[in-house]
């Protein structure tokens, strides 16, 4: 069984899978969603969670540098419940403060270009919350 980590944006969600093991994780996929419509993209993840057998989700919780919880971090709250809700599966909230700003310089020092990064920053930060979550697991 393996785990499953989210970046949960406004508009898109980057999605990383681990290993069989829990070892390391690889990004997969960004989904786009509709927060306005409450489209929080389930369909497709639960696609995802099916095809990937998985048997927990780690999502993303953005919490303030002061460490007080703001509009993103309650709805990554939100959705971490509906999710939880929707697929019977448990759902961990990690703290992901800097991971997006992370994975930007990494993209940019392995030169890659502005439109290319926007196609991927997602998916990337959802690797480094799913490698944090994994490496803190050992």
């Known amino acids: 069984m393996r785990i499953m980590g989210l970046d949960v944006g406004s508009k898109t969600i980057g999605v990383a899978i681990s ?10 996929e960004t989904v786009k969603i509709n927060e306005a419509a409450e489209d929080f993209g389930f369909g497709r993840l639960g696609e995802l969670i099916k ?8 999502v ?3 919490k303030n540098m002061n460490n007080s919880i703001g509009p993103r971090a309650e709805a990554s709250e ?3 419940a509906l999710l939880e809700e929707a697929y019977a599966i448990p759902v961990v ?10 994975a930007e310089k ?11 990064r926007k196609k991927v920053i997602d998916k990337m930060a959802a690797v480094m919350i799913l490698q ?7």
């Open 60 to 62: 993303g919780y953005p």
């Open 19 to 28: 290993d069989a093991l829990g070892w390391t994780a690889q990004g997969i």
């Open 106 to 116: 990494m993209l940019i020092s392995a030169d890659v270009s502005r439109k290319n």
């Open 78 to 80: 939100k959705f971490a």
């Open 132 to 138: 944090g979550y994994l490496d803190f697991k050992k």
């Open 93 to 102: 909230l990690w703290d992901e403060r800097l991971t997006t700003m992370a």
């Open 51 to 58: 095809q990937y057998e998985v048997s927990q989700v780690v």
